[in-house]
């Protein structure tokens, strides 16, 4: 069955009349594949997922120890997986009360749309987090620092298929205020600012590729992203900000920084990572005031002096 949000958006005139012209239409499934009844990719129980979705990456160099999904879920309570393919494991339970659900899969934006496309289109999920690793551009930005993304750098290539490069992929102003509170409440230190996200790990960065490989325009990589002000660099956050944004879901990311290629700081597995899973943890249960007082006061947007009118 389709989410509120895809009905909404198959019935759009300008929607239909786009359709119409496919010429193989008939021939796609309109809701995606199915096996069991599931959403095939990543095979969940659509009425078991939370409101919020966190989105994870089994990342050696975040050094969980385990799956990503299981590793946060541990921080849940009434926790049950509700979902397991050879893609993607999704486990959901509550943190204070807050309904989450928490998604592993493999890194970089397709691996995200796939996850994002059974969520979104299966599910009444309003609110899609990205937590990793990353790597520090900015000049202030120490390993083990944590990272929330104000907005992201779309150099990514699967977004450009959605929508022009001049689409912004700005966080959600929610989520941006939730994890900045959650950050304070922890005392971690921590930065507000534009993520890059790229599908190049290596050259595509300013890092050595194999043999010594690189192009005179990957050397200055580096030096543009820190002239700009970008603070950190990942594969997915991009991703999930720009298709949230795109189609009315709050969207975001936060992300620990392991090393920093512009100040000389080295790499260091894992550091930094517990705060910015707690961040994200915290910031979904605040979101969920935030929820409640705008449904008390029948506000369509939050803002800090909600309660005080």
Known sequence: MASNKAKKMYSKKSIKQILSQHEYLENIPPEGLFINGKPAVTGIDTSKVGEFVILTVRDALCAYGDDPAIVLSEKLKDVECIGKTEMFTSYSGFYKDAHITIVSGGSGSPE?????????????????????????????????????????????????AYIEAGYPAASHYEVVCAMVEAAENIACRYHVGVTLSGDSDYVGCGRIGFGGYMQPWNIEKVGIYNRAGILNGDRESSAIITLSSLFGFRGGSVCSVSDNICTGKPFTAGVGHNYAMDIALEACSIMNEFDKQKNKHNKKYWYPNIDRK
């Open 112 to 160: 995200m749309e796939m996850i994002l496309y059974d969520y979104m289109q299966h599910t009444n999920a309003g609110t899609y987090l990205r937590v990793g690793g990353s790597g520090g551009f900015g000049d202030d930005v120490e390993p083990g620092d944590i990272v929330i993304s104000s907005g992201a750098l779309r150099a990514e290539g699967m977004t450009q």
